[in-house]
């Protein structure tokens, strides 16, 4: 292995080259999978899978990417990237959204069912429904959903995991238990 490689932990030894464009796939997944609040602490986590960089570069890296800081749900600034294609959405992880707040709401009152098959979710709504608690899914901008498909009672959500439609169902559906009791409660 060369010094322009290293081993990818994740990656089962993979060697992965230290090239920008690598180094930037890395940023993007690391975004996506958990709250990162500073520069300093991407980082650590870069550094902890192999890759070292200094703090202009990392920079850099954000603003090419096009990085913003967003609210999430503990109304923490954190770093996200926007989303591959031409939704330029900022997306963060699942659970770390603050409009997944409203997404929650939503589902309190609009979720009747979740139902789960590999990367896909089908969501039952009441009749009209599903444009509008869809349109609120989108606005959310969770890095797992790469989009929806809305008809009048159904919304199908699609995982950017080949396997994750069935921790998507879960999330909604603990969202709208929990938006449900906090409403019995008030």
């Known amino acids: 292995m060369t010094e322009a490689q290293q081993t990818d932990p994740g990656q089962g030894g993979q060697a992965v080259p230290q090239t ?5 796939r890395r940023i993007v997944d690391i975004l996506g999978r958990q709250a990162v609040r500073s520069q300093s602490q991407l980082a650590r986590l870069l550094a902890e899978d192999g890759l070292s960089v200094t703090q202009a570069t990392l920079s850099r890296d954000l603003d090419e990417l096009g990085a913003v800081k967003i609210r999430n749900t503990g109304g923490e600034l954190i770093y996200a990237v926007p989303s591959e294609g031409g939704d330029r959405t900022p997306r963060a992880p699942l659970g770390e959204s603050a409009s997944e707040a409203r997404m929650g709401r939503l589902a309190a009152e609009l979720l009747i069912s979740a139902e789960a098959s590999a990367n896909l979710v089908v969501l039952r709504t009441p009749p009209g429904a ?25 919304v199908l959500l699609i995982s950017r995991d080949p ?18 009791r906090g409403a019995d409660a008030g």
Not at 20 to 24: D, G, I, M, P
Not at 130 to 154: K, L, M, N, P, R
């Open 163 to 180: 396997v994750g439609g069935q921790a998507l169902a879960d999330h909604l559906l603990r969202l709208a238990q929990r938006e449900h």
């Open 130 to 154: 599903a444009q509008f608690f869809a349109s609120a899914i989108d606005q959310a901008g969770v890095h797992e959903i790469i989009g929806t498909i809305a008809g009048d009672d159904t």
């Open 20 to 24: 920008r464009t690598a180094r930037h």
